[in-house]
């Protein structure tokens, strides 16, 4: 039988656990003085680098739509703490540096968070969404990815209306899990985020024209069967086109995936079988 970790004791040890995170994340933060994004500009920077919207109310199995309504609450008042941020040449952004701890005096709700390979409701749940967003702008443009989770391993829901590749998510929590970029070039990028009634919308801009395009694309899918468990597998890469020639700079794989599947594997097409 393996072996509880502390934090999994009961919950007084959860809660110890998670404030020792928290405790020890910003003791590193002071510690390393890194320089954080904390400006903003209410005028938008002339180059847009690239775009993505997101839907807020997506079918996620069998989770309640309380959640899924409450996440809309939580987009709605993180967004505008994270909007018309820039990152400077040589700052990081931070997402908990600029969102803060989520409270329900502040208006966060109850929405779908993950804990222990299940769903369960939790205060500001859903903002996972707003690094994905994030995430996938971000690995458009050459702005370097230093803290990133993922909760690897698990594929927790069905595809339905999926647009970017499963992999391509993140793991938040406050503020030991953080979603962190660097801007090691010589241009100003800027963060625009806006929530409407059906979607998250995000856009990267810049002060300058950019010499590179990026484009992500999942590669070698398919679901295997291993002492009667199903597994997502595949690759997913990223290329860089120079502009000018329409040259391949580079192709490089930047996640690879074997996830334990959660949801029922009934409709799904299993290759291969172990």
């Known amino acids: 039988m393996k072996r509880k970790l502390f934090s999994e ?52 199995g069998n989770t ?10 939580n987009l709605r008042l ?17 997402f908990w540096h ?17 804990f222990n390979d299940s769903v369960r409701p939790g205060l500001g749940g859903g903002l996972c969404q707003f690094t994905n967003l994030i995430h996938w702008i971000i690995l458009h443009s050459p702005l370097e990815i230093i803290e990133h989770h993922h909760h690897d391993g698990l594929d927790l829901f069905p595809d339905f209306g999926r647009k970017i590749p499963f992999g391509t998510g993140t793991s938040i929590v406050y503020n030991y899990l953080d979603y962190r970029f660097k801007n090691n070039t010589e241009n100003t990028y800027q963060l ?42 595949g690759q997913i890469f990223r290329k860089c086109i120079d502009k000018r020639t329409g ?18 594997t009934a409709h799904l097409e299993i290759q291969n079988n172990y």
């Open 192 to 233: 625009i985020i806006s929530v409407s009634e059906t979607h998250l919308n995000g856009e990267l801009r810049s002060d300058n024209e950019q010499l590179y395009s990026y484009h992500i694309r999942a590669e070698n899918e398919y679901f295997s069967k291993e002492n009667d468990q199903v597994f997502r597998n």
């Open 247 to 264: 040259n391949l700079l580079e192709k490089k794989m930047i996640k690879e995936n074997h996830a334990r599947v959660l949801y029922d």
């Open 98 to 114: 600029l969102v803060g701890k989520c409270s329900a005096k502040e208006g966060y709700k109850n929405g779908v968070t993950i």
């Open 9 to 60: 004791l009961s919950p007084l040890t959860y809660e110890i656990s998670v404030k020792k995170n928290i405790l020890q994340r910003k003791l590193q933060d002071f510690i390393q003085r890194e320089q954080l994004s904390q400006s903003k500009q209410a005028s938008y920077l002339p180059v847009s680098v690239y775009k993505h919207t997101s839907l807020i109310r997506r079918q996620l």
């Open 78 to 94: 993180a967004a505008p703490k994270v909007s018309n941020i820039l990152i400077k040449p040589n700052e990081t952004f931070s």
């Open 64 to 73: 309640d739509l309380t959640l899924q309504e409450n996440k809309a609450t």
